[in-house]
């Protein structure tokens, strides 16, 4: 939906002038709030109510439809039938940027009956959430005196994409989070249909410029460069629009729409000039264009491109960024030299995937050549094979480490999150690593200061033996928030006995969990209620070649995780790797509706996106299962209850 002009004066940050802030508090606690030089909160600008008039008139029709619908169908039935399942308008395309409406419904014909218990119960308790309305990409994350700063598309209209603003939150830690005043509106005509992803870069000197996506009156995509009206600010609150906008238009050979999400600039060698990429396509190659700027106000193209993959078509938020092969921290994004890869990542239009891959970096050619060419982007590895899109990572110079965010996407429909008004979450921070066992991978962990969460003393189980085709309850109470560590080992003597077992397996086309195999699946139930009627299997499914070679899977299936006929029920998953002498292992992060698992410490993640109407509140259940035919399993856990993140507004602004 495109954005509106606004009928009230703009907020004009190019008139911006520094003002008092907000000191901070002595207190390192992030619960605590700073406090306020003034009583007086500021304002910024909403923009017009067309918006709100088109989904309001939108959420009428809806629930008319629905109630007249009601009318001529039995108490008895769960569901509804309603032609608004049937309209499923593109969000996003007409403007040239992925399509923010998700169709891949089990049944899109049926809406069904949420009650507000089901829907309040979806929120979740410690991932980071708006407290109301639409919310996608990870924009611009940094540290800055004391803070962590995010910053993140967002829709302050509706529960829907468009009217796209910077909405912006602070933490001490990366949990608790704070919300803050938008940093930017869509009041330019460089911006005005939208100020869409960008990404912060700290110079040597300490200050920060952002360089943004922005749609302009004429849905041409050019980028633009913002600072801080006052950099001695720690709370960033107010932003200055560069008078000169835009920095960027698109090239010769390259669609006004296809261009378009800048990554933090890296220093060229020498350390005067600043380098940044962006995503576009010609035809259906997927490419990365490199700019060279000294001031951040004037760019020059530079011949070549970074790295281009055919048949990936549209490269969105692409990142770059250097991984240590030696060191367990992480580096800043200038870093380039001996034992140094660098991480390209790009989020694919096409299949709404981020595709990643390992490789070297010619800082002289600025090219970038991927270790092995059948795991280029685009076809190669994902960093997250779940409900997961548009992820940014930056570096964390307080504490030496990179830090990687995604947007966590509804697979409900438009109705439903315009009844419960909000839609998106983000991930927990991730610290990123490179694999220095496989040398072939990256390693995704949650930051470490979610263990802060976990209550009291861990639920611990050893060595629980589960036979083929068992079930077995685990005593934890409610299984709605937790943080769960487990192992798994199979039985050695069937796994050498065995010389073939479905060879070829892939999860996304295996039926999930229900199909049986000699050596899986086998791992945990979340979101199951007490009769099994609901429920979301995390699970690993070993497979053998007829050579003999083992191929281990890392799954998660959603196909019966809702009774609601109105939502997204995928398999999820790939393979992961596992080394000799390597027990099984996986961590997993429930959070309401969201579940995110880390498979062998992070070499394969997913995160899925549930919605149950059985298994909420205290029925919700926790179970380990067996469901090979052959193989035995011993399984141990730790698990612990999780306390809810402190996420609000900033009260004293």
Known sequence: MASN??????????LAVAVPYVPLPDQSSQAEEVSSSSSQRRQHPIKVLAG????????VTLILTIFLGQQEETHTDKSVKSPAAHRLPSRGISQGVSDKTFRDFSDANDIYSWTNAMLSWQRTAFHFQPEKNWMNDPNGPLFHMGWYHLFYQYNPDSAI?????????????????????FAMVADKWFDINGVWTGSATILPDGKIVILYTGDTDDLVQVQNLAYPANLSDPLLLDWIKYPGNPVMVPPPGIGKKDFRDPTTAWLAPGGKKWLVTLGSKVNKTGIALVYETTDFKRYELLDGLLHAVPQTGMWECV???????????GLDTSDNGPGTKHVLKASLDDNKRDYYALGTYDPYKNTWTPDNP???????????YGKFYASKTFYDQKQQRRILWGWIGETDSEATDLMKGWASVQTIPRNVVFDKKTGTNILQWPVEEVEKLR???????DNVKLEPGSIVPLDIGSATQLDIIASFEVDSETLEATVEADAGYNCTTSGGSAGRGKLGPFGLLVFADESLSELTPVYFYISKGIDGSAETHFCSDESRSSEAPDVGKLVYGSTVPVLEGEKLSARLLVDHSIVESFGQGGRTVITSRVYPT???N???????????TRVSIIASAKIWHMKSADIRPFSHL
């Open 5 to 14: 002009h606004s009928r009230t004066q703009p907020y004009d940050p190019e």
């Open 52 to 59: 709100i008039f088109l989904s309001s008139l939108f959420l």
């Open 161 to 181: 994409w468009g009217n796209i603003t910077w909405g912006h939150a602070v933490s001490r830690d990366l949990i608790h989070w704070l919300y803050l005043p």
């Open 319 to 329: 990142d770059f960024y250097p991984v240590s092969t030696v060191e367990g921290n």
């Open 374 to 384: 059948e795991l280029d982007v685009g076809i190669g590895l994902c960093l997250d």
């Open 455 to 461: 209550l009291n003393n861990a639920t611990e189980l």
């Open 614 to 616: 059985k298994a909420i």
């Open 618 to 628: 205290a029925a919700a259940r926790l179970f380990f299962f067996n469901n090979a």
